[in-house]
């Protein structure tokens, strides 16, 4: 089947701007995770959703992030005011309620000039 | 600072070498462990995971890791690799008592760059 989906795949903003980036988990998948992987670095936890619910919002750097899940399957991470500091590779990944394996997207590489 | 560290950040092998990459963890009681691969632009894959049980674990294309707790270690282990081994190696921890939040938490990778 599908494999988690995330757009767009590259972004390019300029200080200031505000971008949203989409994530499509695998159908029926109840947990989703964001994470932020700057250059050379592992990944690093943004938040956490079950379902609708945001569990976990404590990776998240600043106030300018935020994320959502609506109706509990497609999420947005939305910064605001990009900064420099702000570029890297976002990942989003999924995993059903049972299971520990997370899923991953391909990422959307954000730029911030 | 809880953490993960992954001791070799850049590791050049030649083909039929073995592999050892290092991972220790700083997170007191139980602990899921994880390694994921990430092969030339493609996205992070599962190697391979520890929960309980038998503390060597096998994975995915000849892989296999040992989880030894009195080290806090989950070393990732090969023994001959292959050119298509080339990729980015994550070391992962979900840290205890997270409920069901299973977020991870990540070491820095090891670059593995296998020579034919």
């Known amino acids: 089947g599908a494999g988690v989906s995330q757009s767009p795949r590259y972004k390019v903003a300029k200080r200031g701007q505000d971008v949203a980036l989409r994530c499509d988990p695998i159908?029926?998948?109840?947990?989703l995770f964001w994470y932020q992987q700057a250059l050379g670095q592992g990944p690093e936890f943004l938040t956490y959703?079950?379902?609708?619910?945001?569990?976990?919002k404590s990776g998240l750097p600043s106030d300018r992030f935020f994320a959502e899940r609506p109706e509990g399957s497609v999420s947005t991470l939305k910064i605001q005011r990009t900064q420099q500091e702000d570029s890297a590779v976002y990942l989003c990944?999924?995993?059903?309620?049972?299971?520990?394996?997370?899923?991953f997207g391909p990422g959307t590489r954000l730029t911030v000039l | 600072a809880q953490s993960v560290s992954q001791h070799n950040h850049h590791v050049i092998l030649s083909e039929a070498a073995s592999l050892e990459l290092g991972c220790n963890y700083s997170y007191g009681g139980t602990v899921n462990l994880f390694w994921y691969v990430q092969y030339p632009g493609q996205h992070l894959q599962l190697l391979l995971k520890?929960?309980?049980?038998d503390p060597l674990v096998k994975g995915i294309k000849g892989f296999e890791a040992e989880f030894i707790k009195s080290k806090f270690s989950f070393n990732l282990r090969k023994p001959s690799v292959q050119w298509s081994d080339t990729a980015e190696y994550f070391c992962?921890?979900?840290?205890?008592?997270?409920?069901?939040?299973?977020?991870?938490?990540w070491g820095l990778g090891t670059s593995l760059a296998v020579n034919p």
């Open positions: 520890y929960f309980s049980g």
């Open positions: 159908s029926g998948h109840v947990s």
């Open positions: 990944a999924s995993s059903p309620i049972l299971g520990n394996e997370q899923f």
């Open positions: 992962a921890v979900n840290p205890p008592n997270a409920g069901n939040n299973r977020k991870l938490i």
């Open positions: 959703f079950q379902n609708e619910a945001q569990l976990d």
